[in-house]
């Protein structure tokens, strides 16, 4: 490329599968214009969120470090990990750039910049909403945070916050930057992330529609299930409900995400208005997935596919778009390489102790591509760790030892566990010696002594665990940056 500034956008979805894009996607969702970015982009067909969870995503996405490197596992304080120097934005600056970040970032304390110049989020939203007199407000349904059941956005679509955010990028593309420094954006919607609660005509889009049934793998009855997993649906309650709601919970999933691409259209002609988007980087992802109800779960936490695998697309400028645009990349990447492939690509100074990659030197032959992507799961009652080269993946429990394989090829959906298959031991056997004898394995003190850790059972009982979810309910009034 040459040495001219090229504007920068990050779009990122919250909770957002794999499997919702592109050639994987049901034949009737609508999504133009992420297919818009898969036809002009590179799309990379092994990207996980290395801990499914939204901040250790979000600090590796800033930070350019895995969660493994940093301790952030779980959903902490990010000023703790990150601070104010060597982040994406602050970095972005120093290379010439304006920065500025619009929507969910789940950064605690919640307005803490971490180098951003400006930094709009939905809390911004919700107070603009209480004191706009309007009777209809967002968020009144009652549904939670953390609840899988769907219901109808209380707020016409043009008062959503999927709204709100994209407006917001436009106005700023528009009014507020300087026309004559490039530009960073990170646009972050906070969708598909539950309350599954689109508005119309989103609500109804795919109501009607053949909906397939939620997988389940030979391994995911409560017989088989590994005991962490085993709690987490039930602590959530999901192998309670009954097929029709389940139909219906993807179903309104789906019209959410319809309605954060048809957004995205929005934000793209903005660009367009100042004939800037054929000369703006774009880079599209999730923070994570969502079960769904595959294997009779829902949320995140645990790393299989439906949970860990997310979108990853890169769409380049010219004389690169013409190279690369519509093609594929099969190598294991993960939000870790968002911040040294961006700083590159805006000409900046990457930090020697970034765990991430160059995705763009990894293409053009200057650097080897990673051969496995490691992956863990910390929360206090659901602990694993696994690896993959994009071919196999391999989960080792930590509370009960269970051990699963599944071949990502043959079976993409991980119905066969293949851990206990004799003719798999010795791809077994490879991938848990990664495990134990990797350096971030030992630093969170998952491998000990030449031995993957264990922890002791919880103990409790399926009564005590369903008495005990987190369901997320907030109000428009809390002040953390958890509201959706």
């Known amino acids: 490329m040459s040495n001219k500034k090229y504007n920068i956008l990050l779009i990122t979805t919250d909770q957002q599968r794999y499997d919702t894009v592109g050639d994987l996607m049901p034949d009737y969702m609508r999504m133009p214009h992420t297919q818009y970015l898969i036809n002009q982009g590179i799309s990379y067909t092994n990207a996980y969120a290395q801990c499914p969870l939204c901040v250790p995503a979000r600090i590796s996405i800033m930070n ?30 120093d290379a010439g750039y304006q920065t500025i970040a619009i929507g969910k970032m789940h950064f605690g304390p919640a307005r803490c910049k971490h180098g951003f110049d400006e930094m709009i989020i939905p809390d911004d939203y919700y107070e603009e909403m209480r004191r706009s007199g309007q009777m209809l407000q967002p968020m009144r349904h009652g549904i939670g945070q953390n609840e899988p059941y769907p219901t109808l956005s209380t707020v016409p679509e043009s008062m959503t916050l999927t709204s709100w955010t994209t407006e917001k990028c436009v106005e700023y593309i528009h009014e507020r930057r300087d026309p004559e420094q490039p530009f960073f954006m990170w646009c972050s919607y906070s969708k598909p992330h539950p309350p599954f609660d689109p508005p119309e005509p989103y609500y109804s889009m795919y109501r009607g ?45 789906y019209g959410l995400l319809t309605q954060v691409d048809y957004n995205m259209g929005r934000i793209f002609a903005a660009l367009q208005d100042f004939d800037m988007l054929k000369d703006t980087i774009i880079l599209f992802t999730s923070d994570h997935g969502e079960y769904l109800g595959d294997h009779h779960t829902a949320a995140k936490f645990f790393l299989h596919q439906a949970s860990a695998h997310v979108p990853f697309v890169l769409r380049l400028p010219e004389p690169l778009l013409s190279q690369y645009g519509g093609t594929k990349q099969e190598a294991p990447v993960t939000h870790a390489d968002i911040l040294p492939t961006l700083v590159k690509l805006a000409g900046g100074e990457v930090p020697e102790d970034v765990d991430g990659q160059d995705l763009m030197a990894v293409i053009e032959g200057k650097e080897e591509p990673r051969e496995y992507l490691e992956m863990v799961t910390q929360m206090g009652l659901l602990e694993c760790i696994g690896i993959t ?3 196999y993946k391999y989960i080792w429990y930590l509370e009960d030892q269970k051990e699963q394989l599944f071949d990502l090829i043959e079976d ?39 031995k993957l850790a264990t922890i002791d059972p919880r103990g409790e009982d399926e009564r005590n665990r369903r008495a005990h979810p987190w369901l997320g309910f907030h109000t428009e009034y809390c002040k953390e940056d958890v509201k959706h």
């Open 412 to 450: 993409p959906e991980e119905l066969t566990d293949l851990a206990y298959f004799t003719r798999y031991e010795a791809i077994k056997e490879k991938l848990k010696q990664e495990l134990i004898d990797s350096p971030h394995s030992q630093k969170i003190g998952y491998s000990k002594e030449g």
């Open 64 to 93: 350019g470090k895995y969660p493994q490197t940093t301790g952030a596992t779980t959903n902490c304080e990010t000023i703790d990990i990150m601070g104010h120097r060597d982040t994406l934005p602050a970095l972005m600056r």
């Open 389 to 391: 080269d994009g071919k």
């Open 209 to 253: 529609e053949d909906i397939a049934e939620p997988v389940c793998g030979d391994w995911a009855d409560d017989e088989n299930a590994p005991l962490a997993f085993k709690r987490l649906r039930q602590m959530w309650g999901y192998d309670t409900i009954s097929p029709k709601i389940r139909k219906e919970i993807k179903s309104a999933y």
